[in-house]
């Protein structure tokens, strides 16, 4: 995965559910600071922990005349705001709105988008098709997915990696890596 993402293009990862698409992407979000989240969840919650994330990692540009008076006074004396000092505007915004804020804010960061899961619903498809413009995409998709909605997403992937189980051999070296690391003690060698 990194390889891929030093190539530049956008990356699917595709594998059966389960297989741990997920969590190879949340290690590449700890890999790299400027990337930016989306989880599953309801397209509110996904965008605003989009938002916090972009806001955290890479800055989000935020329009004065979206903020109250009272924020618009501390940005100006402390030179910045606080998520807390945000999140009420933007939980108010509409969707397409928090969208655009987004995509405006991650122009010119070179930030890295990751998308948990590419079976989303319509009013994120919309959203998250314009980030594939503005910054660089890799999303997990379950390899039994036939949503027709992302068919218009999945030819953006220059690059995709096909995640397959692992060999019975190579389960046994991790668990035993593990357990080196890790040690536990078992009641009968059978049980280990």
């Known amino acids: 995965v990194r390889q891929a993402i030093a190539q530049g293009g956008h990356v699917l990862i595709s594998g059966r559910a389960g297989i741990g698409k997920s969590a190879l992407l949340?290690?590449?979000?700890e890999a790299f600071p400027q990337a930016v989240r989306f989880p599953s969840g309801t397209p509110k919650l996904v965008l605003l922990t989009a938002l916090e994330q972009a806001h955290q990692r890479v800055g989000l540009r935020v329009p004065e005349a979206l903020l109250p008076p009272s924020a618009q006074v501390r940005a100006k004396r402390l030179g910045y705001l606080d998520w807390r000092s945000l999140t009420r505007t933007l939980r108010r915004l509409p969707l397409d709105q928090q969208a655009s804020l987004l995509r405006d804010s991650l122009v010119g960061r070179?930030?890295?988008v990751l998308l948990d899961s590419l079976e989303l619903p319509p009013t994120l498809v919309e959203a998250v098709t314009p980030l594939f413009d503005v910054a660089q995409v890799v999303a997990a998709m379950d390899e039994t997915n036939r949503r027709v909605r992302i068919d218009k997403l999945l030819w953006r992937f220059q690059i995709r990696i096909e995640l397959?189980?692992?060999?019975l051999e190579a389960s046994s070296r991790l668990?035993?890596?593990?357990?080196?690391?890790f040690p536990v003690r078992f009641?009968?060698?059978g049980v280990r």
């Open 187 to 189: 009641a009968e060698e």
């Open 164 to 167: 397959k189980p692992l060999t």
């Open 110 to 112: 070179q930030a890295l």
């Open 26 to 29: 949340e290690a590449v979000a």
């Open 175 to 181: 668990a035993e890596q593990a357990l080196e690391r």
